[in-house]
Nanobody, 127 residues
Framework: QVQLVESGGGSVQAGGSLRLSCAGSGSTLSINCMGWFRQAPGKEREGVATIVIGVTGGDSTFYTDSVKGRFIISRDNAKNTVYLQMNSLEPEDTAMYYC?????????????????WGQGTQVTVSS
């Protein structure tokens, strides 16, 4: 079992920044993917950014097109924590943001490939 706790959401004006954190605990040694997903009202949950943990060192990161150049995903292995730095926020980024982790086979950007989820943190961007 893996437990995930997100923090860092809030309200910000367009152009502003927020940093989300996701602290993992439990059986984290088998995890190879950690990611951030979001779900706006009436929309499906979508992958925002994921980090594939390198076995021999050197993680890989992936982003959905709409956040490339604006969001940065990173992790602190010692703290079992993954971060999402969100810059140049737009009203379209408004959503509930979720952290997920698992030993994923296939794409790490697909929500269906994850079993472990955090409770979510709300991000609201006003114009």
């Amino acid at each position: 079992q893996v437990q995930l706790v997100e923090s860092g959401g809030g309200s910000v004006q367009a152009g502003g920044s927020l940093r989300l954190s996701c602290a993992g605990s439990g059986s984290t040694l088998s995890i190879n993917c950690m990611g951030w997903f979001r779900q706006a009202p009436g929309k499906e949950r979508e992958g925002v950014a994921t980090i594939v943990i390198g076995v021999t060192g050197g993680d890989s990161t992936f982003y959905t097109d709409s956040v490339k150049g604006r969001f940065i995903i990173s992790r602190d292995n010692a703290k079992n924590t993954v971060y999402l730095q969100m810059n140049s926020l737009e009203p379209e980024d408004t959503a509930m943001y979720y952290c997920a982790a698992d030993r994923v086979r296939g794409s790490c950007l697909l929500p269906k490939n994850y079993k472990y989820w955090g409770q979510g943190t709300q991000v609201t961007v006003s114009s």
